[in-house]
C-alpha cells in the first residue's frame, strides 16, 4: 500500500506542477512589418527566445502570475510590458516597437569637452553626418552648412567671393571653428579657410550654439563648429567622391588609410578648379570668382596601452582666386586698368593630441597654423602672414559615481604682420609686427544627481597681453522627467578679444593712421539659453521636436570708424549694447518605410542700441542677419532599385543690406529660396552614382554691383547726382543659378 502512495504522488506532482504554470505567444511588428528575429525575454529571469522571420514566438512553461515582458529589435525602441499568466492558459500578446532615434547612442565632445552621449548632455549639440551633407554635394564645408538651421554661410563680397559663418545672426568673428577640438580657422584665415576643409576627411560636425567662451576662450561668442575628423583606425581603406556640374566645377576628394600593429595612418586629398568666366547679368564682371584649389591632410594615430590617446596630423592649403572683369589677366594684377580680385593663399598647420602615461586622465592638446595671404584688391596690393601657435592641458577625472571634474590650462601665442599702416609703429613708420598673447585657465564641474537632473558649472580666466583679465563663468541644467522629454538651461558669460590687424586693412590707401580711441576693452556678452527636445513615437515611425529660445546681450563692442577723418580709422567700443534673440525649432520626422524628413525654423532679432547723446538712442539692425530663415531636407529610398531621392533647401527672409546714401537699391533683401535635387543609385559594394540639380528654380541676386562701369571711381564726378561710388558688399545669395551636375563615389572599407 505505501508503494501505490508513494506512485500515485509522482503522478500527481506533475500535475499540480502544470496547472501552475502557462504559455505566451505573440506577434512582434515593428512599426508596419514583422519584427523578424526579435529577441523576447521575461524581466528577472533567465525565459526568453527569439521570433521567427514573421514575428512570431512562443514562451512555454511560464508560472503563473504577473510578469514583465521585454522585448527589443536591432534599430528600434525595447518595449516591456506588463503580462498576466494564467495557470494551464495560453495568454496572447501583440508587442508593435518604435523605430529607434538614431542619435539616442551618438557621443558628443563640444559641450562639454569630454565625450558624452548627446542625449545624456547639458549642453545642447547638433550632430551633422557625412551623410546628411551628401544629400547636397559641395566642394567645401563652407557650401554645406547651407543646409543646418540657424548657421548661415555669408558671402561678404561679389567680387573675390569671400565670406564667413554667421550663427543666430552674428558675424562670422563671433564663430569659433575647431578641428577635432583644435582652434584651427580664425583670425586672418576666417574669409578663406574654411573653403579648403574637404567633406572626405570629417566624421561628423558639432554645432554649439551659443556662447562657449568657458571652454573654447575667446572667439566662441556666438558658437562653435567643430569638425571632428575620422580616424584612420576606422576610416575606409580607400575612398572616392568625385563630381562635375554644368558650370564645369570639378571637385575630387580621395582618401586612403592603412593599418599597421601599432600605427594607423589616414591621407586626404581636395581638388577643386571652377576656370568659367560667367557674366549672366550683363555687367562686365565675373558673377562668382574663378578657383583653382588643393588641400591634402594626413593623420596618424597609435594605438597605445589603455586605449591612450596618441594623434599628430597635418594639412597644407593652397588656393588661387579671382574675379572682376571679363576681360582681366594675370597682367592686369594691381593695376588701374582692367579692375580684378586676384588672391594667392598658403597655409599649413598641425595639429595633435596625446594622453599622458600616468594613471590619472591628463591630455595634452597642441596646434599650430601659418598662414600667408597675397592678394591684390584692383590697384591696392595686400600682403598678410599670420602664425598662431596653441597648448591645451586638460585633466579630467569621476569624483565617485555622481560627480566629475575637469581642470584645464591653455596659451595661446597670435604673430601678424602685413603691409599696411596697420602694424607700422613710431614715427618712421618702422613696420612693427603684431604679437599678443593669451594664457587661460577653466575648470569645469559636473554633477549628476539622478539619471533625471545633471548641473554643469564652469568658470574660466584668461589674460591677455594687451586687455588683461577676464572671467567667463558658465551653468547649465539638464531635466529629463522621462526618456521622451528633456529640458536644457545654459547661462553663461562669453568674450571676444579683437585682432584689429585684419585683412579689413586691404582698403586702406597707406595714408591712413590707427587711431584707438580709448583703452579697448574685450567685447562681453551674456546668453540665456531655454532647449527643449520631445520624443514622440508615432504608428509608423516617431517624431522628434527640438526648440530653442535664446537671447544674448553684448557690451563693449568694438568698431571701426572710417567716415569721422579720411585719414584715419578710429577704434573704440560701441557707445551702447547690442542684442541677438529669437527662438529655432528642429523636426525630424522618419517612418518604418523608407522616408525621412528634416526641417528648421529660425526666427531671430539682431540688432544695436547706439547711445548718440542727451538720452537718445538709435536702434541699428544688423545686416545680413534675416528675421526668418528655414532649412530642410527630405529623402526617400526606392529600395528595389536601389536608389535614394534628396530634396534639400534653405528659405531666407527679407535681411537689411549695406547701401550707400540716396541708394537706388533696396535696404533689404526680398524673400528667396535655393532648393536642390539628388537622384543616388546603388551600383555594387561600395560604388555609388549620384546626380541633380542645383538652385532648381535658377534664384538670382539682382545688383549686386554698384557702378561695375566704373570699378576705380575714375568718373564718380560725371553724371553722378548722388555721389554713387563703386561697390561690391550688396550680397543676400550666391550669384550662381540653376546648373546640373554628376558624380561618382566608392568605398573600399577596412
Given at each position: ?15 499540480t506542477?502544470?496547472?501552475?504554470v502557462g ?12 519584427a523578424a ?36 529589435a536591432?534599430?528600434?525602441r525595447?518595449q516591456?510590458l506588463?503580462i498576466t ?13 518604435q ?11 563640444s559641450?562639454?569637452m ?12 547638433e550632430?551633422?553626418?557625412?551623410k ?14 547651407e ?5 548661415q ?11 564667413d ?5 552674428m ?10 577640438g ?8 576666417t574669409v578663406?579657410g ?9 566624421e ?6 551659443g556662447?562657449?567662451s568657458?571652454?573654447y ?6 558658437g562653435?563648429?567643430?569638425i ?5 583606425a576606422?576610416a575606409?581603406?580607400l575612398s572616392?567622391d568625385?563630381f ?5 566645377e570639378?571637385n ?24 568659367d ?5 550683363q555687367?562686365n564682371?565675373?558673377d562668382i ?6 588641400s ?5 594615430s ?11 596630423a597635418?594639412?597644407?592649403y593652397y ?6 572683369e ?10 588701374d ?5 586676384s588672391?594667392?593663399?598658403s597655409r ?14 591628463l ?34 577625472r569621476?569624483?565617485g559615481?555622481k560627480?566629475?571634474?575637469l ?7 597670435t604673430?601678424?604682420d602685413?603691409?599696411?599702416p ?9 613696420n612693427q ?5 593669451l594664457p587661460g585657465a577653466f ?9 533625471k537632473f545633471?548641473l554643469l ?6 589674460f591677455?597681453s594687451?586687455?588683461?583679465?577676464i ?6 541644467m539638464?531635466?529629463a522627467?522621462n526618456g521622451d ?12 578679444v ?10 586702406l ?8 580711441r ?11 539659453n531655454?532647449?527643449y527636445?520631445r520624443?514622440?513615437?508615432i ?5 522628434n521636436?527640438?526648440?530653442?529660445v ?6 563693449n563692442k ?11 580709422i578710429i577704434?573704440?567700443?560701441?557707445s ?32 544695436q542700441?547706439?547711445d548718440?547723446?542727451e538720452?537718445?538712442?538709435e536702434?541699428?539692425?544688423q545686416l545680413?542677419a ?18 535614394t531621392l534628396d530634396?534639400t533647401?534653405?528659405?531666407?527672409g527679407p535681411?537689411?543690406l ?6 537706388f ?6 524673400w ?10 546603388t551600383m555594387?559594394?561600395?560604388l555609388e ?13 539682382q545688383h ?6 566704373d ?7 560725371v553724371?553722378?547726382p ?8 550688396y ?6 543659378g ?5 558624380g ?7
Amino acid at each position: 500500500m505505501k508503494n501505490i502512495y508513494l506512485i500515485c504522488a509522482f503522478l500527481v506532482i506533475p500535475l499540480t506542477v502544470y496547472a501552475q504554470v502557462g504559455n505566451v505567444k505573440g506577434h512582434v511588428m515593428a512599426g508596419n512589418a514583422p519584427a523578424a528575429f526579435a529577441s523576447i525575454g521575461l524581466v528577472g529571469s533567465s525565459t526568453g527566445t527569439t521570433a521567427d522571420e514573421n514575428g512570431y514566438f512562443e514562451l512555454g512553461q511560464v508560472q503563473a502570475g504577473q510578469h514583465k515582458l521585454h522585448v527589443s529589435a536591432i534599430g528600434f525602441r525595447a518595449q516591456e510590458l506588463e503580462i498576466t499568466v494564467r495557470a494551464g492558459e495560453v495568454s496572447t500578446v501583440k508587442v508593435t516597437l518604435q523605430p529607434q532615434d538614431a542619435r539616442l547612442r551618438e557621443v558628443v565632445v563640444s559641450g562639454t569637452m569630454r565625450e558624452t552621449y548627446l542625449l545624456e548632455s547639458p549642453v545642447p549639440v547638433e550632430i551633422y553626418t557625412p551623410k546628411y551633407f551628401q544629400k547636397n554635394p559641395t566642394p567645401a564645408i563652407f557650401e554645406a552648412l547651407e543646409i543646418v538651421n540657424g548657421v548661415q554661410p555669408q558671402i561678404n563680397c561679389n567680387v573675390c567671393g569671400t565670406g564667413d559663418i554667421h550663427i543666430n545672426g552674428m558675424e562670422g568673428a563671433y564663430t569659433m571653428v575647431l578641428i577635432d577640438g583644435m582652434p584651427i580657422v580664425s583670425a586672418l584665415s576666417t574669409v578663406y579657410g574654411l573653403s579648403g576643409i574637404p567633406n572626405s576627411l570629417i566624421e561628423r560636425v558639432e554645432v554649439v550654439k551659443g556662447p562657449a567662451s568657458t571652454l573654447y576662450g575667446s572667439e566662441a561668442v556666438a558658437g562653435l563648429i567643430n569638425i571632428i575628423t575620422k580616424s584612420p583606425a576606422t576610416a575606409p581603406r580607400l575612398s572616392a567622391d568625385l563630381f562635375y556640374t554644368s558650370h564645369r566645377e570639378l571637385n575630387a576628394d580621395l582618401g586612403y588609410s592603412k593599418r599597421w600593429n601599432r600605427v594607423s595612418t589616414m591621407l586626404s586629398t581636395n581638388y577643386f578648379r571652377f576656370a568659367d568666366r560667367r557674366d549672366m547679368n550683363q555687367d562686365n564682371f565675373t558673377d562668382i570668382p574663378l578657383q583653382h584649389r588643393f588641400s591634402i591632410f594626413n593623420k596618424w594615430s597609435l594605438n597605445r596601452p589603455q586605449n591612450r590617446v596618441a594623434n599628430l596630423a597635418a594639412r597644407y592649403y593652397y588656393e588661387d582666386r579671382f574675379g572682376g572683369e571679363m576681360p582681366w589677366q594675370p597682367v592686369h594684377r594691381g593695376g588701374d586698368q582692367v579692375y580684378g580680385e586676384s588672391v594667392y593663399t598658403s597655409r599649413y598647420e598641425v595639429l595633435g593630441s596625446y594622453q599622458l602615461p600616468i594613471p590619472e586622465n591628463l591630455l595634452l592638446s597642441f596646434s599650430y597654423n601659418d598662414h600667408q595671404q597675397n592678394a591684390a584688391y584692383g590697384e591696392t596690393v595686400y600682403r598678410g602672414h599670420q602664425r598662431v601657435g596653441f597648448g591645451q592641458l586638460v585633466w579630467d577625472r569621476d569624483l565617485g559615481v555622481k560627480q566629475k571634474l575637469l581642470l584645464g590650462g591653455n596659451y595661446r601665442y597670435t604673430w601678424y604682420d602685413d603691409n599696411t599702416p596697420a602694424t607700422q609703429r613710431g614715427e618712421d613708420d618702422e613696420n612693427q609686427p603684431d604679437r599678443s598673447s593669451l594664457p587661460g585657465a577653466f575648470a569645469q564641474h559636473e554633477f549628476k544627481a539622478s539619471d533625471k537632473f545633471t548641473l554643469l558649472s564652469g568658470l574660466r580666466y584668461d589674460f591677455h597681453s594687451e586687455h588683461g583679465g577676464i572671467f567667463s563663468p558658465r551653468l547649465s541644467m539638464r531635466w529629463a522627467p522621462n526618456g521622451d522629454n528633456i529640458f536644457r538651461l545654459g547661462m553663461g558669460n562669453g568674450y571676444r578679444v579683437v585682432n584689429l590687424f585684419t585683412e579689413d586693412h586691404a582698403a586702406l590707401t597707406g595714408a591712413r593712421e590707427v587711431v584707438i580711441r580709448n583703452e579697448l576693452k574685450p567685447e562681453q556678452s551674456y546668453n540665456a539659453n531655454l532647449n527643449y527636445q520631445r520624443y514622440i513615437p508615432i504608428g509608423s515611425g516617431f517624431l522628434n521636436l527640438e526648440g530653442s529660445v535664446f537671447y544674448t546681450y553684448f557690451t563693449n563692442k568694438i568698431i571701426a570708424d572710417f567716415l569721422t577723418n579720411n585719414t584715419q580709422i578710429i577704434y573704440d567700443n560701441l557707445s551702447g549694447h547690442a542684442i541677438s534673440k529669437g527662438i529655432a525649432l528642429n523636426t525630424e520626422l522618419a517612418f518604418t518605410f523608407p522616408l525621412r524628413l528634416y526641417a528648421g525654423v529660425t526666427l531671430m532679432d539682431v540688432y544695436q542700441v547706439k547711445d548718440t547723446g542727451e538720452g537718445q538712442k538709435e536702434r541699428i539692425p544688423q545686416l545680413h542677419a534675416p528675421r526668418f530663415s528655414g532649412t530642410f531636407t527630405a529623402s526617400y529610398q526606392l529600395r528595389q532599385l536601389g536608389l535614394t531621392l534628396d530634396y534639400t533647401g534653405s528659405v531666407k527672409g527679407p535681411m537689411y543690406l549695406p547701401v550707400q546714401e540716396n541708394d537706388f537699391r533696396p535696404e533689404k533683401s526680398p524673400w528667396f529660396s535655393l532648393q536642390n535635387l539628388q537622384a543616388t543609385k546603388t551600383m555594387g559594394e561600395g560604388l555609388e552614382v549620384y546626380g541633380g540639380v542645383k538652385n532648381l528654380f535658377n534664384f538670382m541676386p539682382q545688383h549686386p554691383l554698384m557702378r561695375p562701369f566704373d570699378p576705380f571711381d575714375k568718373q564718380v564726378e560725371v553724371d553722378n547726382p548722388y555721389g554713387y561710388s563703386f561697390d561690391t558688399e550688396y550680397n543676400y545669395a550666391p550669384m550662381q543659378g540653376r546648373r546640373f551636375f554628376l558624380g561618382i563615389r566608392y568605398t573600399l572599407p577596412q
